[in-house]
């Protein structure tokens, strides 16, 4: 399978916790992208890299969130002390770079408890 | 602000009725992308109109820019339970690299 991988699928935490979320993008895709997707609502755009620069944050990525593709592969992103807000679909997508196209992962499901 | 309007928001039809979907902004894109998505799946792109006017056909889909490219639209033929799920149109702005932006989308169900 060569499409856009998250992991993992689901997660469920207790509030106040960590977590962290796993994105590998499709094979040479530079651009790599965080959406959030709440219930009804269509992905909010969290933050971009092309390759392991973060070039663009959204106002929604607050400092309890961080991301980061140290080698311009995967990416991870990190939600620090969550809250019950943070319940949502955390969504991952990659592009080549040559067409506005991008691909998504299948989610990762996030529930704070 | 919702900078890209889909409509209707729900739509519930019989097997073989034919719909037709709608995107809307004030706003000018340089291309529009249509996503399905189902529940607990992440979004699939379904195409990318680039050129005002353009109408792309994929299968029993027929998908349509405006000519000013501010709108677009799908048509889907004689729907089928399997077009049941959330449809998405996103607009990208200047062909940079920055995010697309997401309509809220519109969800069809289709019985049979």
């Known amino acids: 399978d060569t499409g856009v991988s998250q992991d993992p699928r689901h997660k469920i935490t207790k509030r106040g916790q960590n977590v962290t979320f796993r994105c590998d993008p499709i094979s040479e895709h530079n651009r790599l992208y965080w959406y959030r997707q709440t219930l009804g609502q269509g992905p909010e755009f969290l933050t971009y890299?092309?390759?392991?620069?973060?070039?663009?944050k959204s106002r929604l990525l607050s400092d309890r969130f961080s991301a980061e593709r140290p080698k311009g592969s995967f990416s991870t992103l990190e939600i620090q002390r969550t809250e019950q807000g943070d319940s949502a679909m955390y969504l991952c997508?990659?592009?080549?770079?040559?067409?506005?196209?991008?691909?998504f992962g299948q989610g990762t499901r996030l529930t704070v408890v | 602000t919702q900078l890209l309007e889909q409509s209707p928001q729900f739509l519930s039809i019989q097997e073989g009725e034919n719909l037709t979907v709608y995107c809307n902004s004030s706003s000018v894109f340089s291309s529009l992308q249509w996503y399905r998505q189902e529940p607990g799946e992440g979004p699939v792109l379904l195409v990318t109109v680039v050129t005002g006017g353009e109408v792309k056909k994929l299968k029993r889909l027929t998908f349509q820019f405006g000519d000013a490219r501010k709108d677009s639209s799908l048509h889907i033929t004689a729907a089928q339970p399997g077009d049941t799920g959330l449809y998405l149109c996103?607009?990208?702005?200047?062909?940079?690299?920055?995010?697309?932006?997401f309509g809220k989308g519109t969800t069809l169900s289709v019985s049979s």
């Open positions: 997508a990659s592009s080549s770079g040559t067409g506005p196209e991008a691909f």
């Open positions: 890299f092309q390759n392991e620069a973060q070039l663009e």
């Open positions: 996103a607009g990208d702005q200047d062909q940079a690299g920055t995010a697309l932006i």
